[in-house]
Every structure is written in C-alpha cells, then in structure tokens.
C-alpha cells in the first residue's frame, strides 16, 4: 500500500521559512517525479515545485528563488524548503509522485498517489 506523509507545515510570520517533508512507503519512488502542490480556499490546486529522478526540476514562477525542491532516494522523501514566505503562499499544500516516468508535470491529474496535506500559513 503506497502511502506519502506530509510533515513540516505550520503558522509563521512573513519572511519567514519552513520545510516541508513527504515521507513516501510502499514501493520503491527513485524513478518517478516528485510535486508540490498547493491549493488555497476557493483556489485551483497549483503545481509550485517538481523534481525527476535525474535532477530536473520545475518552480512556477510564484515561488521561483524562494522556494527550493530536492530529494532524497535513499530514504524515499522528498523535502520543499520555503523561504521569504509570503501571505500569499498560504495553502494546503501536497506532495504526490508520477510513477514510472521521467516526465516532469504540472497537472495535478498526472499525478498517481498524493499526500494527505499540510497546512502553511504565513501572517503579516
């Protein structure tokens, strides 16, 4: 049973940083995508952050230069460092994994198994 583990979300203050942690079990993860994904109220869930396994990696503009993606094979997880948070990078955000694949995506429906989500949420 494949299963992603969120960790790391919380209240802090604008200009301040978080990791956020996912913490994926049940099959081996080093050859497929990783995502981060956020979604606010009423909001569309956006892809902020993705890395392959060879290192590619994707920012959407809205966090480039803040935000950083990486992973760790070994212990199938994958971490998304956020600094410089801004009010507006309160969400829900989720990890998910795109199996088997090399292809980095944005649309949340390529994406096979998501975490539950963690809460950020940045006051001013």
């Known amino acids: 049973q494949v299963q992603l583990v969120e960790s790391g979300g919380g209240l802090v203050q604008a200009g301040d940083s978080l990791r956020l942690s996912c913490a994926a079990s049940g099959r081996p993860f080093s050859r497929d995508v990783w995502g981060w994904f956020r979604q606010a109220p009423g909001k569309e869930r956006d892809c902020v952050a993705a890395i392959n396994w060879s290192g590619n990696i994707y920012y959407s503009d809205s966090v480039k230069g803040r935000f950083t993606i990486s992973r760790d094979n070994a212990k199938n997880t994958v971490y998304l460092q956020m600094s410089s948070l801004k009010p507006a990078d309160t969400a829900v955000y989720f990890c998910?994994?795109?199996?088997?694949?090399?292809?980095?995506?944005?649309?949340?429906?390529?994406?096979?198994?998501w975490g539950q989500g963690t809460q950020v949420t940045v006051s001013s």
């Open positions: 998910a994994t795109r199996l088997n694949t090399a292809l980095i995506s944005t649309a949340p429906g390529s994406y096979n198994y």
